[in-house]
């Protein structure tokens, strides 16, 4: 008997499971995700499934919600952008000036027509003057010319240029999308350079694990579609595992659930990502992954990502009267002085002060290696909390620091904790894992400064509590329903929608089960939803009582996306475009260049020919055995007056095999 290993590291938690040869699991564990070191979480996690008696370990297969939350939390590292061929006015399409920030770009000559022909030639000399002007202060550059899907030429000039002048990572669009939307294409370019750095992180820990634990087994990675690649191509094009732990939960919860029809929700410490299984199969995203409110151009399951989970950070709204959950992520006071107990000393202090403020009961930590691109108040901030958390009211004796602290959380380099659903959890007594006094201390701060701004009057602990829990059933409820509405709408519209600003309000005061209310709502789903990760148990069941349908816990639930990470295949794609050319010609646009010829027939014959070979290399590329392929044509012709008009022709070669445990 052999064994395989899937791992997945969240926002909160690092998961392991072992399968063997009947992918019947064997063995699970959870450990906490160490953000600034990742290998501590990893290697907790395994150490809780591996035995000697589990041996040979033949396959170990990695999922990740790191670049999702990253882009939900708007974090990332500094990149630089260049467009090539591109018009100014086009930066303002798919929100390109939002994504970059402060973040810097250039415009360089060159790129394509629609036909793959130069527009001019690559201005070598630009480009050279722009990487040389910011080379020291970016950590990758994204690269997207005009019309490169149809000839790459100019992206693969500027690749190699850029390395040989930095040696740091570029992500050309035409790697990873092959539609013609040049602004989205830009974006995912762009979102693809600023996770390098993060995945190369994680890889880098699963590499020292493997190596630690004497395990000589290829390291695999899901992708957001829920196929997989191995860790080198992830490496190289990692914007492709945004959504890779919520498309591995979804393989895992068809792996655990034998519904042909089911919702499947899965909530994590930072997020809560819901797709539908029809048929027994995962729906795709008809145009690009979108998360965080970013539309990309990447391959994936349809998941809507929304910013809810256990580590939800609890605020007060003053135009509500009422507590906000989500979607920052911040560490649960709980778990913080579990591990710094001398800070509840802090809370006690805060109590006996007479009046709570925004920050009471919110602590700030070192979340990174010490930067060294900071500004004079973002240095200050970092020399507060270089050593050890600190409390944000002392922080923010100083107001100067409000913006530092800001951005050094985008950055990821900052940590905020604070009062969380998880904390409210444990006052309820549904966890007990850590400090509880802690949490009931940041409670009563809350509900003071509620008091004090004309919010709730709670009149114990334990009711604050219920009410953070239930509201978080409520927002479950609606993420649920925004997700159904949104599937709908979008088999008739390329823009996805959901529930609007005021039928979330409405709904939202309305899903109640007081007995007082004189007005309610009751829905009723036709399906089940399978809640999976480790607070499901504490919100799903009021969620699906709310819905009237039946909530699907499964044992296994808690670690289903380590478990769909590891039961998954690779699966890899190749796209070529036809094209009209002069008379009844074609032109055939491979990733090589735009080759002519003299009928369709002639140019698709080649077409899938390339087709077809190029996505079985990239699957044996992407660490695949036993290969299959097959392809798909589609062929736009219309008959004008009796005439055939050909305007294009695509052809979709895909090709699949179990990863290859040698």
Known sequence: MAYQLGLDTGGTYTDAVLVDDNQTVVKSAKSLTTHGDLIQGLRGAALGVLEDRFRPITLVSLSTTLATNALVEGRGRPVCLVLIG???????????????????????????SA?????????????????????????????????????????????ELIHQLTGKP????????SGLDAPRRALTALLNARLIPLIRSLLDAAQQLLSET????????????????????????????????????????????????????????????????????????????TVGGWRTMVEAIDVKTFGLGGDSRITFNREKRDFDVGPERVMPVSLLIKNHPELKDVLHAQLELPRSTTHSAEFVMAHAAEPTDLTKQQRELWEYIKHKPIDVQTVFDDQTLDRAMVRLSQRGIVLRSGFTPTDAAHIVGDLNEWDTEAATLAAKLLMRYSENNLGIRFHSVQHFAQHIMDSVSRLTVL???????????????RFLKGLDSSQRTLLANLL??????????????????????????SYYPKAANWLKTRAILPEQ?????????????????????????????????????TQEFETLEEGAAQAIKEAEACATDLARRAGAQAI?????????????????????SRIVATATGRPSTV
Do not use: W
């Open 479 to 493: 993420a649920i329903l925004d997700t159904q509405l949104s599937e709908k709408i979008a088999d008739n519209s």
């Open 214 to 289: 004497d395990i000589n087994a290829p390291l695999m990675v899901v992708k957001g579609d829920g196929s997989l690649v191995s860790a080198d191509v992830a490496e190289q094009s990692p914007v492709e595992t945004i959504l890779s732990g919520p498309a591995a939960s979804v393989v895992g919860a068809q792996f655990l659930s034998d519904e042909k029809l089911l919702m499947v929700c899965d909530m994590g410490g930072t997020t809560t990502d819901i797709a539908m299984i029809r048929d027994g199969q995962p729906r795709l995203s008809p145009d690009g992954a």
């Open 170 to 177: 570029v992500s050309c669009g035409h790697t990873l999308s």
């Open 557 to 593: 639930g808690n670690v289903a996306n380590a478990l769909g990470a590891v039961v998954g295949s690779v699966r890899q794609q190749q796209e070529v475009i036809i094209t009209p050319a002069s008379g009844r010609r074609v032109n055939v646009h491979l990733s090589s260049g």
């Open 512 to 537: 109640v089960d007081g007995e007082n209310d004189e007005l309610q709502i009751q829905l009723a789903m036709r399906f089940p939803v399978i809640g999976l990760g480790a607070p499901v148990a």
């Open 628 to 648: 299959s392929v097959d392809h798909i044509r589609t062929d736009n012709i219309v008959d004008n007056s009796g005439e055939k008009v050909f305007f294009e």
């Open 86 to 112: 591109y018009r100014p006015e086009q930066l303002a399409k798919a929100r390109l000036v939002e994504a970059l920030g402060r973040d810097p770009h250039g415009f360089i000559n060159g790129g394509h």
């Open 115 to 159: 036909s793959g022909e130069p527009v001019c030639a690559l201005d070598v000399k630009a480009l050279t003057e722009l990487v040389d002007s910011v080379k020291d202060t970016v950590e990758a550059f994204a690269v997207s010319s005009l019309f490169a899907v149809r000839n790459p030429e100019h992206e693969n000039q500027a690749r």
